[in-house]
């Protein structure tokens, strides 16, 4: 700006102060077993909907269903599940196998079709997939008839043919050429599609025509395909139409089924070619158990051998907590253990083996709180020697609630019947719903407990065991957070979460709601103080980050 005379002058500036980039919360990761879905991979889910999509149920006595329907009852919005598998501590590769279906070709070097249980993209162990049949139907794009399609002669050894038109015929897709006369056929992928200035189709292809193709006599149609997915009873539960076997258009059949975002829940597709593109597509055509359906087999149990080194996972392989490494908006664990009382050697269980993990890993990531559930069945007694003998755990990330709660039986919804499932699912969902209360009133500084919307748990009829407030009191100073039934003598009506602590004495973190606190204000500072990465060392990016930090410490 110039100063020619004299005066006031008032200049724009841009301003230094960079915007606060507060860190999210109350997005809950969920462990466990369930009988499809890709194994060892985090998938987000919305709803209880989401879950069954991907999931379906979850076997006898493992909570995971149970858990992720408290959270989102509770006020949860957002979560992602893990299935749970063994195997191989070096490898890792799963132990359970994947049901399939492979067509192969008399000729190895014509390539394969696979079909496996999957979930977009990804292979889903299990036997669940034993259930699945498939279904392959010719549907082609373009389908010309005899005396119609071609519109002179194919002559042998041409690289080109006329036809009549070019709807549904695009590079790369795949024609078949049948002469009834001759009883001969050929198959070939489109090099590319011309059309001349008197209207003529002309057709390029990749390699020339071996036969002499009389347009009387000749049909020409595309090769694409239905396929169908079924369940046990021979329902339809998935179509895809009009898939190519070539990986050179859109519609290829592994993009499709594949597809990470809107492809199949229920199979995986894996499509071969080879040397020689025809053999496949002839062999689909040919195979007419295609046409009614056959089976995926040979899917075997996933969980065999299941430990707490599964559990645990090492960051080399990825698997069991460790998958969740990628994932940097959970903030919140819940693992809920299976409630058999027998001895099950495969799954997650309330001991200390799995609940040490829980707790070392929100450590080591140092932006998460382990939610963990106590045992089924114990009294306050039991109770209270569990936590100071049997897990004797000190740790400010996580917090352990008891009792277990009373649902209604979702199997039995028309009578009157409960079962009992552990509460992390639904007290992380109370976080997050007090997590979405404005401050100061909520948020993460506010416990979320009390006889109020802050602890009242939703979507239950009782708990598994009364506790006096006698009881509690020889609890909760062990930093056992006590689920109570009041009734309005006792100042409220309804199940409620009657305490808020961690599993440390330490009394700078004693309480949820400070170590919660204080990871959301590290994560803020962090994600805010990115400009500063590469920036020079020096007064003003200090002044920068001050001025950046304290705006935000004095607005929280």
Not at 97 to 113: K, P, R
Not at 313 to 330: H, N, Q
Request: hydrophobic share 35%; glycine share 10%.
């Amino acid at each position: 700006m110039a100063f020619g005379t004299p005066g006031v002058y008032v200049e724009e500036v841009a301003p230094q102060l960079t915007s606060v980039i507060q860190a999210g919360t109350g997005v809950c990761a969920f462990l466990g077993f369930t009988k499809r879905g890709p194994v060892h991979v985090p998938i987000a889910i919305s709803n209880l909907s989401d879950f069954k999509k991907v999931f379906g149920d979850s076997y006898a006595n493992e909570m995971g269903s149970h858990a992720v329907s408290g959270f989102f009852d509770n006020g949860g919005s957002k979560a992602y599940f893990v299935r749970q598998g063994s195997y191989n501590k070096t490898s890792g590769v799963d132990n359970g196998a994947t049901a399939s279906l492979t067509i192969d070709m008399e000729d190895t070097t014509t390539g394969t079709l696979k079909f496996e249980a999957g979930y977009r993209g990804e292979v889903s162990p299990g036997v669940a997939g034993n259930t699945l049949s498939v279904t392959v139907n010719p549907a082609p794009k373009f389908d010309g008839a005899v005396n119609e399609a071609l519109t002179s002669e194919g002559s042998a050894n041409s690289g080109t043919i006329d036809l009549s038109g070019t709807i549904g015929i695009k590079a790369g897709s795949i024609l078949e050429l049948y002469d009834s006369a001759a009883t001969a056929t050929e198959i070939h992928v489109v090099q590319k599609v011309e059309t001349q200035s008197d209207g003529t189709h002309v057709i390029h292809l990749v390699s020339p025509l071996v036969t002499t193709f009389p347009i009387l006599t000749t049909t020409v149609k595309t090769l694409e395909y239905d396929i169908q997915v079924l369940d046990v009873e021979g329902t339809v539960i998935e179509t895809w139409t009009q898939v190519s076997l070539s990986n050179l258009v859109t519609h290829n059949i592994e993009s499709v089924i594949n597809d990470p975002d809107f492809g199949s829940q229920f199979i995986k597709v894996t499509a071969t070619m080879g040397t020689s593109t025809g053999s496949l597509a002839d062999a689909i055509e040919d195979n007419g158990s295609l046409l009614t359906g056959i089976v995926l087999a040979n899917g075997t149990v996933e969980y065999t051998g299941y430990d707490k080194d599964h559990f645990e996972g090492t960051e080399d392989i990825g698997k069991g907590l460790r998958a969740l490494d990628t994932i940097s908006e959970v903030n919140l664990l819940s693992c809920p253990p299976n409630t058999s009382s027998s001895v099950d050697t495969w799954s997650i269980k309330a001991t200390k083996d799995f609940q040490f993990r829980m707790l070392e890993y929100a450590k080591g990531r140092m932006d998460l709180f382990a939610i963990l559930d106590a045992p089924a069945g114990l009294t306050p007694v039991e109770m209270k020697a569990y936590r100071q003998t049997t897990l004797g755990l000190e740790s400010y990330w996580g917090a352990l609630y008891y009792p277990h709660l009373k649902i209604q039986d979702p199997a039995r919804p028309l009578v009157t019947a409960t079962i009992v499932v552990p509460p992390s699912g639904h007290v992380a969902g109370i976080y997050s719903r007090v997590d979405g209360i404005s401050p100061p009133r909520g948020g993460v500084s506010a416990a979320p407990a009390g006889v109020s919307e802050f602890g009242n748990v939703r979507s239950v009829i009782g708990i598994e065991t009364m506790i006096s407030d006698k009881q509690q009191g020889t609890l909760n100073p062990n930093g056992v957070n006590c689920i109570r039934l009041l009734d309005r003598a006792t100042g409220g009506k309804g199940v409620f979460v009657f305490g808020a602590r961690t599993l440390s004495g330490d009394e700078n973190f004693k309480f949820v709601s400070t170590r919660r606190t204080m990871t959301f204000v590290e994560d803020s500072v962090r994600l805010s103080s990115q400009f500063a990465v590469f920036g020079k060392n020096g007064a003003d990016l200090w002044g920068r980050l001050t001025l950046v930090i304290e705006s935000f410490l004095s607005r929280f």
